[in-house]
């Protein structure tokens, strides 16, 4: 299977904004989004975009938001008002074989096969 690619972390200050691009070669998966995870703590769903509806994690309601490109086949997690707690690496996830998740299955990572190496966001005060 071919990866995605993962690309716009960095260091900013509490209050900034940043966007992470997710991009595959040949699909827009209809499932797709974005997991993190931060030191000594289980991966966690932040947004994802499943045939036409997204969920978002309760911490990131109201800040983040999800886009797409179809010229470029990718998805974008826009983070704004950043806060310390988002600081983690984050993971672009899809699923390949057309699995559609729910308000009680989004979040689970059993749930996604495809996923990027990780892209480290640090937030600091």
């Known amino acids: 299977q071919v990866g995605l690619m993962e690309s716009g972390g960095g260091s900013v200050q509490a209050g900034d904004s940043l966007r992470l691009s997710c991009a595959h070669s040949?699909?827009?998966?209809?499932?797709m989004g974005w997991f993190r995870q931060a030191p000594g703590k289980e991966r966690e769903g932040v947004a994802i975009?499943?045939?036409?509806?997204?969920f978002f994690a309760d911490s990131v309601k109201g800040r983040f938001t999800l886009s797409k490109d179809t010229a470029t086949i990718s998805r974008f997690l826009e983070m704004n008002k950043l806060k310390v707690d988002d600081t983690a690496v984050y993971y672009c996830?899809?699923?390949?074989?057309?699995?559609?998740?729910?308000?009680?299955?989004?979040?689970?990572?059993?749930?996604?096969?495809?996923w990027g190496q990780g892209t480290q966001v640090s937030v600091s005060s």
């Open positions: 996830a899809a699923n390949s074989y057309g699995r559609i998740v729910g308000p009680t299955t989004w979040n689970n990572p059993a749930y996604y096969d495809i």
């Open positions: 040949k699909f827009l998966y209809s499932t």
């Open positions: 975009y499943s045939n036409g509806k997204t």
